[in-house]
């Protein structure tokens, strides 16, 4: 699993023109699934997410974790991450998951960050997507 999280202003995401979701403050999340990932990472990843203190305290110190913040989390699905760029000019996606279960996957980790987070909002699954943010920082982490 790749996951790329980014500190946000504010961010969305459009599918053909209209927006399928939308946040205020917070972390915008790219997921992506591969062929090895179980179901037992989810939980794993979103914690570590939900905890993660890459917020700013009082002193300028990131020591506040999105729920003290009161932030909302967007997450959208990008195989691409999955990518593997050692042979070539042409990135090879044999490595994410297939369609069918990655979908699923990703609607399972937003079901499992929606128990934590009181604003999720996501992306498409498979769709052609437009997103925009503000990135506050900036600051981006890869797991």
Request: charge should be neutral.
């Amino acid at each position: 699993m790749k996951v790329v999280i980014q500190r946000v202003l504010n961010a969305s995401v459009r599918v053909d023109g209209n927006i399928t979701g939308k946040i205020k403050k917070g972390l915008l999340i790219f997921l992506g699934i591969e062929s090895g990932d179980s179901d037992d990472m989810l939980k794993k990843y979103a914690d570590k997410i939900v905890r993660m203190r890459i917020f700013e305290d009082e002193n300028g110190k990131t020591n506040r974790a999105l729920s003290d913040v009161n932030g909302e989390l967007l997450i959208v699905s990008q195989f691409t991450l999955c990518a593997d760029c050692s042979h070539g000019n042409r990135p090879s996606f044999i490595g994410a998951k297939e369609p069918v279960e990655a979908k699923r996957m990703y609607e399972k980790f937003i079901s499992v960050c929606r128990e934590q987070v009181p604003v999720v909002e996501h992306g498409e699954f498979g769709a052609d997507m437009k997103v925009e943010l503000l990135n506050d920082g900036p600051f981006t982490i890869i797991l």
